[in-house]
Structures are given as structure tokens and as C-alpha cells.
């Protein structure tokens, strides 16, 4: 049984096909041997907690700060005074009475003290295998707030702890970053925490406050647009839905309804109806883009789980290398796109009035979700939950600051730190392979000999670039988890300058490009031929998820080696994706081209790269969200990347319904006289933009 689970884990990959999940991995376990907190022992006397109390009345902070600190340790001090305080030994009953009378008064308004101290983070179980979440109790802090007792907010503090057994020349020398909890003053800023804490812990420190959930003002006008919006839908529907069966000729209006019916568009969605040959095409889409978004939630999990170990164990099992060398599948996604273009639209490129019109069509298709998707992160996302792991910060600027980029699908052109969302690069190189790629088919009708030999000398001189940078800048050979670190330098400049520009991902698009050309007979070829060739791909196919199994458990390997599998495995892994459409397209896939083909990976595979990029925040509302470390297994990890698959599919359908297919049909609506002559309306509202 366990057998099975492996080799079920096995179709599932883990690896790090999010742009920025390399930069963002855990230190490897490592024990903690110099690990000093402030310690709670001398808390536990009068004296020291009346230290404690007059230390803070005397703190240089702001004056609010200063009375929610002094408030915390003068009514701890209070609370053991009452506490410890003998009420017995005075002989006058009356006074006796009074006292403990007194001191339960005392006990009764600074017992919540005791709660503040239980909500404070304290050092867990399972510290070797990784669990530096000390996170204290959010709810507890949050419940001090909403009773009045405590004003405060939830801190998250990372001490920086140096490891004291580092030895000689070991490449992990990071400090390990300790995550520790605590319910600050609400009127004090994270200056000022930071100060009072740093006078208290040995180590270096920066902490993070929960933010306030207020909403600005661009955050409530985009609420607001979403709200009228909606409006307009239904206005719409309402009207196409009553104009359905009435036999007077159709009006502006009726032609409106049509465009933004979400009757109408979510049949459009949903359709399986195909009107071309190439089907095993979108079934290969739908599996790849599952296979990369299990990878991703494995990496975005790594930072939220308690038992970091987990993850790095499995390097070393040679049955879990498929689930840690994957990062190729985005090549195979850009390789079918090309070669599904190249099939669809060589022969309907007749003029450049036909590729002035696609490109203005595709724009339309792709931007609105997009463009949505990319103001969603930046105005909203950060205020759909909170907790001691929610994601403060860093996405929300990056995006305050790189959305345009997005937009404008250039952000690959520059840092991989300047970027939106982290699928956004994929998109970005798409839309500028697109932009060379009609061109191409336009003039592959006329001079397909010499572009065939403009193809293929980019392609060789794009791996000839690749294998140079590898091998002259000792870059990891792909982006693959390693028993020893790769330094981060390292694989920030093979992010930078190998994994999202696209003179250097080219070879998928121009395998993909000149795949096409190979598509002429559907006939099915001699079975021999056909067996030899599935074994020919089987048999690469392992070569390429296993030949790195040396390096990433020793990370032992010739550079050039690993220059040569960088160079060559993406191009390879792209070559043996088409020639599988090939083969299915010739009749010759078998039980698993009929799988392929089947009609339910239709509508699936219209949202492709809408649910690749979607499923990034979804993954990061779900792991963010708990106000507790996870437990990471086997069957959690499949869990969870099958609720991110069905949750990013839902949510990429409700905004190819909602958003992209009205706003699209619209536009086309408007635009309609300057694209094309002589057409219907009806037409216009209705017409898929290379759908399939």
C-alpha cells in the first residue's frame, strides 16, 4: 500500500515552479544551541515585576506607548502583590475583610494579565524538524482587544539566532530565523517594539504588527465598480433573458444584453463542442497546469508547516526525484500554446489587416481577467483575513509598485523582486511569443523554408546561451530542492537571467512553432513505429526527472554536466510533449490519447493560464490564513493541491463569466466596424478569440 502512495506521489511534483519559492524556502532543521529568551523567572517574585513596572514608566516612546506597557507589567505586578499579600495576619476581623476584599478587587482587574502572558509564543515540540513558529495565541490577544481589558495587536517578532555549530566551509550560515508572538500595545509602532524588545533579547530582531483592517479609498472605489458591475450583469441578463423570444428585430440594447448575459457567456464557458482535430491538445493543458499547481502549493507550504524536515527528507528518496524536478512543465505549457496557434491560424493569416485584428483580439481575451486579478491583489487581498501568518507586506508592495509591469506583461524583463503575482512571468512570455509568433505564421506561408531555418538557428543559439551562463557562472542546473543550499545569489541570477526572459526560454516556443509543420496526414502510422517511438519517449522522459537525483541529494555534478542538463533538458521535455500530441493526432495515443481527448478537458482548458496565475493567491489565502503551523504529509499535500485545483478553476471560470467575456464582447461590440466589414452584431458579441 504504501508502495501505491509513492508511486500515486510520484505523478505529483513538488518542485518550485512559483517564481519566487526558491527565494523563500526555510533554513534546513538545525539545532538550536545559543538560544536565549528573556527569561520569565524573574517574574515570578513582587520585586521583579515592581522592577519591571517602573522600568516601563521610564521607556523613551511615544506616551501611549509608554501607558500600554506600563499598564501590562504594573498589572502584573499588581496582580502577584495581591496574590502573595496575607490577609490572615492582622487580628482585626474588619480589617481582615477589607484586605481580602481589596486584594480580590486587585486579582479581579489585572487577572487578564494572565491571559496576556498565555498568549505569549513559547518554544514548541519538534524543534529539530524545523518548527521556529512560536506563535503565541492570536485569538487570545484578539479576545483582550474586543473585551476592553487590553488594547492591543498581534506582533510577530524573527530573532535572527546564529548557529553555534556552523562548520567550516558549510554553505548554510544564515542565522535561523525564530518566529515569536506577542500581543503589543495597540498605540505602540513596530519602531517602538522593536526598541523595547531589543533591549531585552541578545539577538537582532525585526517584528511585523497586524495591520489595521481599514479600507482606503481606491480599495472601497474598486468594491464600489465591482458592486455596479454586477448590476450591469444581471441589467443584462435580464434583458437578453426577456428579448430571448421576441420576434421583433433586435435593438442597441438587446445587442448589449447579449455581450454581458451571464446566460449566455457561461454557456460560452462551459461549451465542449470542438472545431478542430488537435483534442489531445487541451487534455495535455489541464494535466500540466495541475501537475504545476500541486508543485506550487508544495512550495508555498514549505514557510507555514512545522515540520520543515519533511520536505528536505524526501530529497534523498530516488522515488520522490519526479516530485522534485517539475519546473519544465511551464516550458510544455508555452510549447503546446505555440504549436496550438501555429495549427489553428496559419492558413487564416492571409493580409496584415488578419494579424493587426489577432492581435487586438487576444489582447481583449487575455488583459480584462488579468488586469483585474492584478488590482485585486494590490487594493483587496491583504484585507480578506488576518492572523500570525497572514501575508503582510511584501506582495502587497510588490504589487503597489510592479502592477503596470504586469499589465503591460513585461515583468519578466526585469528583477524577479518586481513582480505582481508570481505566475505573471508565464504570462508575460506568452504574450511576447505571441507577438513574434503571427508574424511568423503570416509569412510561413510564402517563405516557410528559410523561417524553418531562422527557427531553428535561434534555437540552437538560445541553448548555446543557456549552457554558457550555466557553466561560466556555476548556476544550479534548474530550479530543484538540494540536500546543501544553493545560495541564494546563485539562483536569484538564474531566475533573473535564465528562467523568465525569453531569449533563454525560446526553445519551447520554437519547438512548439516548428512542431507544427509536422502536422499533415492524420493517418495512422505503422504500429512498430509508433511502440518504438512511446519507448523512445518513455525512456527520455526518466532520463530527465532522474538525471539530477546525484546532484540534488550530494549536490555532487560536473559543471558540465549540469551546464548541459540546463541547456538541454527544457528544449527535450518540450519535443516530448508534441511529438505525444503527434502521435495522439495520428490515431497512435492509445487508451491514454483517448483519455486526452476527452470533452471535459474543453472548457477546462480555455482558462489554462487564468487558473496557473490564480492559484498562486489562492494557495497563499489558504496557508497564510491558519493561525497555526500545518502538519505537512503525503496525503495533507494531496489534499490541499487538489482544493487549490477545483478552488482556482471555480474562481477562473467565475471570472472568464463575470469579467473577461463581457468586458471582451463589449469592446469587440464597440470596435466591431474598425476589425471587420460586414458583420452581424450578434456576431461580434459571440465571437471566440482563438477559444479553443
Excluded at 526598541?195 to 537582532?204: D, F, K
Excluded at 497586524?210 to 443584462?236: A, C, K
Excluded at 548556476?475 to 538564474?494: F, G, K
Excluded at 495520428?586 to 489554462?608: D, I, M, S, Y
Amino acid at each position: 500500500f504504501q508502495c501505491l502512495v509513492v508511486l500515486v506521489l510520484s505523478g505529483t511534483p513538488i518542485c518550485h515552479s512559483c517564481l519566487l519559492c526558491p527565494l523563500r524556502l526555510p533554513p534546513r532543521p538545525r539545532p538550536i544551541d545559543h538560544f536565549q529568551l528573556p527569561s520569565p523567572d524573574r517574574m515570578t517574585t513582587p520585586e521583579s515585576a515592581s522592577e519591571l513596572c517602573e522600568a516601563a514608566k521610564r521607556l523613551h516612546v511615544s506616551d501611549k506607548c509608554r501607558e500600554g506597557v506600563t499598564k501590562i507589567f504594573c498589572s502584573l505586578a499588581d496582580l502577584i502583590d495581591a496574590k502573595s499579600s496575607d490577609c490572615t495576619t492582622t487580628e482585626d476581623k474588619q480589617r481582615c475583610v477589607e484586605c481580602s476584599y481589596r486584594s480580590a478587587k486587585i486579582v479581579s482587574e489585572n487577572l487578564w494579565v494572565i491571559t496576556w502572558l498565555d498568549s505569549l509564543g513559547k518554544m514548541p515540540s519538534a524543534i529539530s524538524e524545523g518548527n521556529h513558529h512560536w506563535l503565541g495565541d492570536y485569538e487570545q490577544c484578539m479576545g483582550l482587544k474586543k473585551s476592553g481589558l487590553f488594547d492591543g495587536r498581534y506582533c510577530l517578532m524573527q530573532l535572527e539566532v546564529p548557529d553555534s555549530d556552523l562548520e567550516e566551509g558549510c554553505l548554510q550560515t544564515d542565522p535561523m530565523a525564530i518566529d515569536f508572538g506577542i500581543c503589543a500595545p495597540e498605540h505602540c509602532s513596530e519602531d517602538e517594539v522593536n526598541l523595547i524588545l531589543r533591549s531585552a533579547s541578545p539577538y537582532n530582531l525585526t517584528t511585523r504588527c497586524e495591520l489595521s483592517h481599514e479600507w482606503p479609498l481606491p480599495s472601497q472605489i474598486f468594491m464600489s465598480m465591482i458592486v455596479v458591475w454586477i448590476t450591469v450583469l444581471i441589467g443584462g441578463t435580464v434583458v437578453e433573458v426577456s428579448e430571448k423570444n421576441n420576434l421583433r428585430s433586435p435593438d442597441t440594447l438587446s445587442f448589449l444584453g447579449r455581450c454581458v448575459s451571464m446566460r449566455l457567456n457561461g454557456y460560452e464557458a462551459l461549451r465542449t463542442k470542438r472545431e478542430h482535430a488537435y483534442h489531445s491538445v487541451q487534455g495535455l493543458q489541464v494535466i500540466l497546469v495541475a501537475f504545476i499547481i500541486t508543485a506550487n502549493c508544495y512550495s508555498y507550504m514549505m514557510p507555514y508547516i512545522e515540520n520543515v524536515l519533511f520536505s528536505y527528507d524526501m530529497v534523498h528518496s530516488w522515488l520522490m526525484q519526479p516530485l522534485n524536478n517539475f519546473s519544465m512543465h511551464t516550458d510544455a505549457l508555452i510549447a503546446i500554446n505555440a504549436l496550438f496557434t501555429s495549427l489553428l491560424l496559419r492558413k487564416s493569416l492571409v493580409t496584415t489587416f488578419d494579424v493587426k485584428k489577432l492581435y487586438v483580439k487576444r489582447l481583449l481575451q487575455v488583459l480584462p481577467a488579468f488586469a483585474f486579478l492584478v488590482i485585486f491583489m494590490t487594493l483587496i487581498f491583504e484585507r480578506l483575513s488576518s492572523g500570525p501568518m497572514w501575508n503582510h507586506g511584501e506582495l502587497i508592495d510588490r504589487c503597489e509598485s510592479s502592477w503596470w509591469k504586469n499589465i503591460l506583461f513585461i515583468s519578466n524583463l526585469f528583477s524577479v523582486e518586481e513582480t505582481c503575482v508570481d505566475g505573471g512571468y508565464l504570462l508575460a512570455l506568452e504574450a511576447q511569443f505571441f507577438i513574434v509568433l503571427i508574424p511568423l505564421l503570416h509569412l510561413s506561408n510564402r517563405y516557410k523554408s528559410p523561417l524553418i531555418a531562422i527557427a531553428v538557428g535561434g534555437l540552437c543559439a538560445s541553448i548555446a546561451y543557456v549552457f554558457y551562463l550555466v557553466y561560466s557562472d556555476s548556476l544550479p542546473p534548474s530550479l530543484i530542492l538540494t540536500t546543501e543550499p544553493i545560495p541564494n545569489e546563485s539562483m536569484r541570477l538564474y531566475l533573473d537571467t535564465i528562467y523568465t526572459k525569453p531569449w533563454s526560454r525560446a526553445p519551447a516556443f520554437l519547438i512548439g512553432f516548428l512542431s507544427s509543420f509536422l502536422f499533415k496526414k492524420p493517418n495512422k502510422l505503422d504500429e512498430i513505429i509508433a511502440v518504438a517511438i512511446w519507448l523512445l519517449l518513455f525512456a527520455s522522459g526518466v532520463f530527465i526527472l532522474f538525471a539530477l537525483f546525484p546532484y540534488s541529494t550530494q549536490k555532487s555534478s560536473s559543471p558540465f554536466f549540469a551546464a548541459f542538463y540546463a541547456a538541454l533538458h527544457r528544449p527535450a521535455w518540450c519535443l516530448i510533449v508534441c511529438v505525444i500530441i503527434y502521435l495522439c493526432y495520428r490515431k497512435n495515443g492509445r487508451e491514454f490519447g483517448a483519455f486526452l481527448e476527452w470533452r471535459l478537458f474543453t472548457p477546462l482548458a480555455r482558462v489554462t493560464y487564468l487558473v496557473f496565475i490564480i492559484s498562486e493567491p489562492v494557495s497563499l489565502f489558504f496557508f497564510s490564513s491558519l493561525h497555526r503551523p500545518l502538519y505537512a504529509t503525503h496525503w495533507s499535500t494531496l489534499y490541499i493541491a487538489l482544493g487549490t485545483i477545483v478552488l482556482s478553476y471555480i474562481f477562473a471560470l467565475t471570472l472568464d463569466v463575470f469579467i473577461s467575456r463581457p468586458i471582451r464582447n463589449l469592446l469587440i461590440f464597440g470596435l466591431e466596424p474598425y476589425l471587420q466589414e460586414n458583420r452581424s452584431y450578434e456576431k461580434a458579441c459571440s465571437d471566440d478569440v482563438i477559444e479553443e
